[in-house]
C-alpha cells in the first residue's frame, strides 16, 4: 500500500478488547475529535469530518467500518509483523490498511492537511466510554506477546504460564490524559499490571504479591521501586485493582480501599500484563477514558 496516498491522519490502548460500553451515538457525518501521532513524534488535537471510511484488508477480504465508530487506526503496530491496526468497539482487526485520501484536521487555529507519510496513527475521541475484555477470544486479537510466556484466554479469564520476568502481553491501544483501569487480578507470586509502554521495555509497573503492592518503573520497571504498600494481596483469591492515571501521577486501590499515588517519568504508552515466579490470571478488564 503507498503510505503517501493512504490516510493523511490516522493514535491510539486500550484491550483482543471487547468494550464494556457501546461508543457514545453519533450520526453520520457528525465531526469527530481526534488526536493524531506522527512519525516525527508530534502529536496533533482536532476534529475530522465523519462519514469516511476506513477500510482494512486480511487474506483477501476487505472489512469497512466509519470513522466515528472506531476507537482507532495505526500503521505497522503489529510487533513482529507488517499489518496494521484497527481497533474497534467489537475487537482488533489487523492487515493491510487501504488507500484514503488525505484528512483534514481542524486544530480550532485553522485546517491542517497532514501528509500521509507524516502519520503513524489516530484515535477516535469516546469520552467517558469504557472497553475492556472479558478475554473469551481465544486468538487474543489486539493483543502482543513479548517474550516466551505462555498466555491463554479461555472461559473469560486471561491466563499466563511465566517465563521471564521481563515477558509481557502488550495492547494494542496507546493511552494519554486521564484514564482508569480496573482488572481482577489473581496470584501466587508477583504479577504485574503494566503502563506507558513504549518500544522497549514498559515505563511503569504494578506489582501484586501476597502481603504487598508496589510500583517500579522509571527506566527500569524490574528493580527500580518507587513506592510500595502494604496490602490485603492473598494467594490465589482475586483482588480487584483499580488504577488510576492522568499523565505523569498514577494512584491505586484495591478492593475500594485507596493505597496511594506516585509522581512518574513518562506521561503515555500502551497497557499490558506480566508475570514472575509462578502463573497468574487476569479478568474484567475495564478501561474508561
Known amino acids: 500500500?503507498?503510505?503517501?496516498?493512504?490516510?493523511?491522519?490516522?493514535?491510539?490502548?486500550?484491550?483482543?478488547?471487547?468494550?464494556?460500553?457501546?461508543?457514545?451515538?453519533?450520526?453520520?457525518?457528525?465531526?469527530?475529535?481526534c488526536v493524531v501521532s506522527l512519525r516525527n513524534g508530534s502529536v496533533v488535537h482536532g476534529r475530522v469530518a465523519g462519514s469516511r471510511e476506513?477500510?482494512?484488508?486480511?487474506?483477501?477480504e476487505v472489512k469497512a467500518f466509519a470513522l466515528?465508530?472506531?476507537?482507532?487506526?495505526?500503521?505497522?503496530?503489529?510487533?513482529?509483523?507488517?499489518?496494521?491496526?484497527?481497533?474497534?468497539?467489537?475487537?482488533?482487526?489487523?492487515?493491510?490498511?487501504?488507500?484514503?485520501?488525505?484528512?483534514?484536521?481542524?486544530t480550532g487555529y485553522g485546517v491542517l492537511r497532514i501528509p500521509a507519510d507524516a502519520v503513524r496513527s489516530l484515535r477516535v475521541l469516546h469520552p467517558a466510554v469504557s472497553f475492556?475484555?472479558?478475554?473469551?477470544?481465544?486468538?487474543?486479537a489486539g493483543w502482543t506477546p513479548r517474550g516466551a510466556s505462555r498466555w491463554t484466554a479461555a472461559g473469560g479469564s486471561l491466563t499466563v504460564?511465566?517465563?521471564a520476568t521481563g515477558d509481557l502481553l502488550v495492547y494494542g491501544e496507546e493511552l494519554d490524559g486521564p484514564w482508569t483501569l480496573?482488572?481482577?487480578?489473581?496470584?501466587t507470586d508477583w504479577a504485574a499490571i503494566v503502563f506507558h509502554v513504549g518500544e522497549g521495555e514498559p515505563a511503569v509497573g504494578l506489582w501484586l504479591i501476597p502481603g504487598s503492592v508496589s510500583f517500579y518503573g522509571?527506566?527500569?520497571?524490574?528493580?527500580?521501586?518507587?513506592?510500595?504498600?502494604?496490602?490485603?494481596?492473598?494467594?490465589?483469591?482475586?483482588?480487584?485493582?483499580?488504577?488510576?492515571?492522568?499523565?505523569k501521577r498514577a494512584k491505586v486501590s484495591l478492593d475500594g480501599t485507596a493505597l496511594g499515588e506516585i509522581e512518574i517519568g513518562t506521561e503515555r504508552g500502551k497497557i499490558g500484563f506480566g508475570c514472575w515466579t509462578a502463573p497468574a490470571t487476569f479478568d474484567n478488564l475495564k478501561v474508561t477514558r
Open 54 to 60: 476506513v477500510k482494512i484488508r486480511r487474506k483477501g
Open 218 to 247: 522509571n527506566g527500569n520497571w524490574k528493580n527500580a521501586l518507587i513506592r510500595s504498600w502494604p496490602a490485603a494481596v492473598r494467594s490465589g483469591v482475586p483482588a480487584r485493582v483499580r488504577l488510576e492515571v492522568d499523565g
Open 132 to 140: 475492556g475484555s472479558t478475554f473469551d477470544d481465544a486468538s487474543l
Open 161 to 163: 504460564q511465566p517465563a
Open 68 to 106: 466515528e465508530k472506531i476507537w482507532s487506526v495505526a500503521w505497522d503496530s503489529v510487533e513482529k509483523e507488517a499489518m496494521d491496526r484497527v481497533m474497534t468497539p467489537d475487537g482488533a482487526f489487523e492487515g493491510e490498511l487501504q488507500e484514503m485520501d488525505p484528512i483534514d484536521l481542524d
Open 1 to 33: 500500500m503507498s503510505r503517501t496516498s493512504a490516510f493523511a491522519a490516522l493514535a491510539l490502548l486500550a484491550c483482543a478488547a471487547v468494550p464494556a460500553e457501546e461508543p457514545a451515538e453519533r450520526r453520520p457525518g457528525d465531526p469527530v475529535d
Open 182 to 187: 480496573e482488572v481482577d487480578v489473581t496470584c
